[in-house]
């Protein structure tokens, strides 16, 4: 069972971050309190590993993309983070644990949550003998429209 300790915006200040941390069974090392001040002082959002740590990098965090990764995983598997799987090399970390849907934006690489109650889904399949659905998450991929 996952903790259900969630950051809420605004919430940001270190103190907070490192309570919340060790709420979620992790240790506030420096590098964590950082990249969790960079990932939830600001409201609800999704990040890929590399945006994480051209932030990290802009705000004078020195870590590598490899610990940026780790750390990463480790909030998810804390359930402070939920993991978005777009395909094989594009992976997002949404700091927003509700069940919800995204748009994606091809032409960006950016991430936005669909607004709840917009999608309803009212057929689904049933799962196979011996299973259960554990999670649907719809990603509907947006492009501009030409000429507009
Ligand atoms: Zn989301």
Do not use: C, W
Not at 32 to 42: D, K, N, S
Not at 102 to 128: G, I, K, Q, W, Y
């Amino acid at each position: 069972m996952r903790h259900a300790n969630t950051f809420r915006a605004g919430e940001g200040t270190t103190s907070t971050t490192r309570t919340r941390l060790r709420s979620a069974g992790l240790r506030p090392t420096r590098q964590r309190v950082a990249l969790a001040h960079l990932l939830f002082a600001q409201g609800h959002r999704h990040v890929s590993a590399e945006a994480l740590h051209d932030e990290a990098m802009l705000a004078n965090v020195p870590v590598s993309l490899a610990t940026v990764y780790n750390t990463l995983h480790q909030f998810t598997d804390a359930g402070l983070l939920r993991e978005v799987v777009l395909d094989g090399s594009k992976t997002y970390f949404d700091t927003n644990m509700t069940d919800h849907h995204h748009f994606f934006l091809e032409d960006d690489n950016v991430m936005f949550d669909v607004p709840e109650e917009a999608l309803s889904l009212d057929r689904l399949p049933e799962p196979p003998a011996g299973m259960e659905i554990s999670r649907v998450d719809v990603v509907i991929r947006l492009r501009r429209v030409r000429g507009s």
